[in-house]
């Protein structure tokens, strides 16, 4: 299956090269205006250069023909690396319509580097929806895997290039949720344009911040789980006893407990539990089974 706008006989070669003085106006500033390009400056005595140069070639491989990369080794192309003031090696440029757009310096962990690569793809012509449809799914994957920072980055970059992506802007919530950023991801929030305010990736984001800051003030389990014991009618306590499951990943025992909440009195604090139930549900995703059991169980409890 072809990515990111490859054609079938894309070769590596084409993608990756070797660039010089001579052919960078070539290589780099006239591709740039089709494809970014990306330049990495290195030079055979450079450590560093040695481990990112393969990772940089494997991310930019692995984008399938969104970007392309240009080598320039510093001690043979002294003059480009005076007119850019290249202060240490390896130093890495985007180049896009002729322009450095984005760069780093130094070293970097591999999530850093596909998290680059990803949102230079993004910037290109192939075309934007489906770059930025592709950076999207990059970063979500750097956010399931635990990569929280590289995400948030990637999810700003989309929002850059386009500033009503309701999917980025429910990513970069969940991003700063992940790293405890709680006034961030509401900042966000409020930060959103007006025409997708009401879009599921919004409005997920909404029950997911509000689960968030109730996570913040929940009590300790094991009373809360005693109080209930105690007396199995003390409403407050098992929807405090639900709010602490969820902070601490128990989402399918939230759910049972606010269930049977709703099922002993429904109408308590203005039917707490139902309003509770949704929030849970808004937050997770459509299909995932713990929702759409507890909605089944819901709607079986409402229209009894």
């Not at 510093?74 to 007119?83: C, E, H, L, M, S």
């Not at 850093?112 to 230079?120: D, G, K, N, S, Y």
């Not at 902070?247 to 539990?273: I, K, S």
């Not at 089944?296 to 009894?304: A, E, G, Q, T």
Request: charged share 20%; hydrophobic share 50%; proline share 4%.
């Amino acid at each position: 299956m072809l990515e990111l706008g490859a054609s079938q006989n894309e070769q590596a070669d084409d993608l990756i090269k070797d660039g010089s003085e001579a052919t960078f106006m070539q290589d780099v500033v006239e591709m740039s205006q089709k494809v970014p390009v990306i330049v990495d400056f290195w030079a055979p005595w450079c450590g560093p250069c040695k481990t990112l140069g393969p990772a940089l070639e494997a991310a930019v491989t692995a984008a399938k023909g969104a970007v392309r990369m240009v080598k320039l080794d510093v001690d043979q192309n002294q003059a480009i690396a005076g007119q850019l003031q290249l202060q240490s090696i390896p130093t890495v440029y985007a180049f896009w319509q002729g322009q450095p757009v984005d760069g780093f310096q130094g070293a970097v962990a591999g999530s850093e580097i596909e998290a680059f690569v990803t949102r230079v793809a993004a910037m290109g012509p192939g075309g934007e929806d489906d770059g930025l449809a592709a950076a999207v799914e990059a970063a979500e994957e750097m956010l399931t895997a635990g990569d929280a920072s590289d995400a948030a980055q990637t999810f700003a970059a989309i929002l850059e290039e386009e500033p009503t992506n309701a999917a980025a802007y429910g990513g970069l919530v969940r991003a700063h949720l992940a790293l405890d950023e709680v006034e961030q991801a509401e900042a966000v929030l409020n930060g959103a344009p007006a025409e997708i305010s009401a879009s599921a990736e919004l409005e997920a984001a909404h029950a997911q911040l509000e689960l968030a800051k109730q996570a913040a003030s929940a009590g300790p389990l094991d009373e809360l789980r005693a109080a209930v014991d105690a007396d199995e009618n003390n409403h407050q306590a098992r929807f405090d006893l639900a709010t602490a499951m969820h902070a601490a990943g128990d989402l399918e025992g939230a759910v049972d407990q606010l269930l049977d909440l709703f099922g002993r009195d429904r109408e308590w604090n203005d039917g707490a539990a139902k309003a509770q139930l949704f929030t849970i549900f808004d937050a997770l995703e459509a299909k995932d089974p713990i929702a759409l059991n507890g909605r089944r169980r819901l709607s079986s409890m409402i229209f009894v």
